[in-house]
């Protein structure tokens, strides 16, 4: 019986490397969350939710007491973090990115 597991794990293994495949996890969906830090980095990029479509999101990293926090914002929220300035952003997670409530500026 073991003999026979490891070939179908294997298999399992070699079909899914050829597409693409996305794990998520998302813990406490649907709760607002709340990110500060000086913006560090803005990126405007997109994924393939694994069922053709594209979801646009910005990378928004922010650097809070030496830690470096990332969080994937949908949509295109360039304009409303300015690199080198403080922030506060109020969001809810979801599973390719997060959606933004408000954002301060100081």
């Excluded at 990126?43 to 809070?64: L, M, P, R, S, Y």
């Amino acid at each position: 019986m073991r003999l026979l597991l490891v070939p179908l794990i294997a298999l399992s293994l070699l079909l899914a490397a050829c597409g693409q495949v996305f794990v998520g996890f998302v813990s406490n969906p649907g709760n607002p969350m709340r990110v500060s830090g000086t913006v560090s980095m803005v990126q405007f990029e997109f994924i393939n939710d694994g069922h053709g479509t594209v979801i646009n999101f910005t990378a928004v990293t922010f650097i809070n007491a030496g830690t470096a926090t990332t969080i994937n914002f949908c949509s295109d929220q360039r304009s409303g973090f300015p690199i080198g300035r403080s922030a506060q952003a109020d969001f809810t997670t979801g599973t390719f990115c997060s959606a933004l409530i408000s954002i301060v500026i100081s």
